[in-house]
């Protein structure tokens, strides 16, 4: 896979998470995320050969958030603020994470 700052990773980080939800990952075709994204065909089959490849991408997103959001908030002594900042950040994350423009931190 291609790294650094490209238009394929531009899009992703300006990519609605809302648009999985409303359209459902296996009624989603790689024509409709071009056109969500911005990309064209030619410029998403650079990153993404298949669906699988897109779902292998997730799937690493995911495991890496699952480790790196509680790791956050490791410092924070008592476990059920600790949960609750956990949850919060996730639902944060997969909701209004796009528009963000300031770190989501406890206090």
């Known amino acids: 896979m291609n790294s650094g700052n490209t238009p394929f990773?531009?899009?992703v980080q300006n990519f609605r998470p809302?648009?999985?939800?409303?359209?459902?990952?296996?009624?989603?075709?790689?024509?409709?995320?071009s056109?969500?994204?911005?990309?064209?065909?030619?410029?998403?089959?650079?990153?993404?050969?298949?669906?699988?490849?897109?779902?292998a991408m997730i799937e690493?997103?995911?495991?890496?958030?699952s480790c790196a959001i509680p790791e956050r908030f490791s410092a924070c002594a008592d476990p059920?603020?600790?949960?609750?900042?956990?949850?919060?950040?996730?639902?944060?994350?997969?909701e209004l994470a796009p528009t963000a423009s300031a770190p989501y931190t406890i206090e």
Do not use: N, P, W
């Not at 809302?18 to 995320?33: A, E, I, K, Y």
């Not at 064209?40 to 779902?55: P, W």
């Open 9 to 11: 990773h531009y899009a």
């Open 18 to 33: 809302v648009f999985f939800q409303q359209t459902g990952f296996t009624s989603m075709s790689l024509r409709d995320l």
């Open 35 to 55: 056109r969500e994204s911005g990309l064209s065909m030619g410029g998403l089959y650079g990153y993404i050969k298949t669906k699988d490849d897109l779902a």
């Open 60 to 65: 690493d997103v995911v495991r890496y958030c």
């Open 80 to 94: 059920q603020v600790r949960l609750a900042a956990t949850c919060a950040l996730t639902v944060f994350l997969g």
